[in-house]
């Protein structure tokens, strides 16, 4: 019985010391998602102007460039996958690996083309390489706080892809899978297609709150050309995106991270519970064992006298 006892207040020691562990993880990721919730805001005025922009651009000239043109049939798409660095964030790479995974199998069997891959997080670097698939190339070390250098890299490099003939390497289309933050409670894994780029009418992304006398503000006057100025808009255009789902992906890693440590601790306190009442049971049965065999021991000498 003393055995059990002593076992039983080892585990309770461990699962407190673990539950110090995940309390302070929860702390951290409930300190540092109000710092990616602030930077994810932040971004919207450009993104907004920025969209307005170049959909005004795009509806004003009637220019072709090669970030806006589809070819008919493409052979060879890019798929950019973001995940986490770390681990315990509860299904948040999962959820974006296995959406992945839809936008691979779907764009392989059913439309026939290849796909290279592309991954920002460790999490999908393992994933990937223990399965034995190829990695065109892969970006780490920043997905719990992105910043604009780093979506820039990214850009790049899919940029010099799809503007490279799929005959050289390149490809037609560049998927992005990416978590969206919609609230502490709620990340939704979402996949779009980066390039060709699909703008918007400018008119459709017009907040509510602004007045008609406003909508002067909507129009343009571009120097030197339209196609100078949609020359050097649209990368930015692309960077941007990859910015914003970047920091959508890493306020939804850090919320998910939170309830993941708040349920691990919530947890922890129960099995501490339990733990502690197996252990008074077991310190109660103990004493009672003693007790019966110390009055065993008692009547037996009074028999022998």
Same mark, same amino acid.
Request: proline residues 4%.
């Given at each position: ?11 309770? %020691? ?6 110090? =562990? ?12 109000? #710092? ?15 969209? &307005? ?19 008919? #049939? ?23 690996? #296995?959406?992945?995974? %839809? ?16 991954? +920002? ?21 920043? +997905?719990?706080?992105? #910043? ?41 894994? &979402?996949?779009? &297609? ?71 601790? !919530?947890?922890?306190?129960?099995? =501490? !519970?339990?733990?502690?009442? %197996?252990?008074?049971?077991? &310190? ?9 065999? =110390? ?11």
């Amino acid at each position: 019985m003393s055995s059990s006892l002593r076992e039983l207040r080892e585990r309770r %020691q461990s699962v407190s010391a673990t539950k110090k =562990i995940t309390r302070a993880m929860e702390l951290i990721a409930s300190s540092r998602i109000v #710092k990616a919730q602030q930077a994810a805001k932040a971004a919207v005025p450009y993104t907004r102007e920025l969209t &307005r922009a170049v959909s005004m651009l795009a509806s004003a000239a009637d220019l072709e460039h090669p970030l806006l043109v589809e070819t008919e #049939k493409p052979q060879r798409s890019a798929v950019l996958l973001m995940t986490s660095d770390r681990g315990l964030a509860g299904a948040y790479s999962a959820n974006a690996i #296995k959406l992945g995974e %839809q936008v691979r199998t779907h764009l392989m069997d059913e439309e026939g083309q290849e796909v290279d891959l592309f991954i +920002t997080g460790n999490k999908g670097v393992g994933y990937h390489e223990f399965r034995g698939n190829e990695i065109v190339q892969s970006w780490t070390g920043f +997905t719990d706080s992105p #910043k604009a250098r780093d979506a820039k890299v990214i850009a790049d490099e899919l940029l010099k892809r799809f503007l490279t003939p799929t005959e050289e390497g390149g490809v037609d289309e560049i998927h992005m899978v990416g978590t969206r933050f919609v609230s502490m409670l709620t990340q939704q894994p &979402r996949a779009t &297609r980066l390039l060709p780029l699909v703008v918007e009418d400018a008119t459709e992304n017009v907040p509510p709150t602004r007045s008609p006398a406003d909508d002067s503000t909507l129009f343009y006057e571009f120097e030197p050309d339209a196609k100078t100025v949609l020359d050097a808009l649209l990368p930015l255009f692309v960077t941007n995106r990859i910015h914003t789902a970047l920091l959508q992906s890493s306020a939804s890693e850090l919320a998910s991270r939170q309830q993941a440590m708040k349920a691990a601790t !919530d947890n922890a306190s129960s099995l =501490i !519970d339990d733990l502690t009442r %197996q252990a008074n049971q077991a &310190r109660q049965a103990e004493i009672t064992q003693e007790i019966t065999e =110390i009055v065993g021991g008692a009547s037996a000498l009074s028999e022998s006298a």
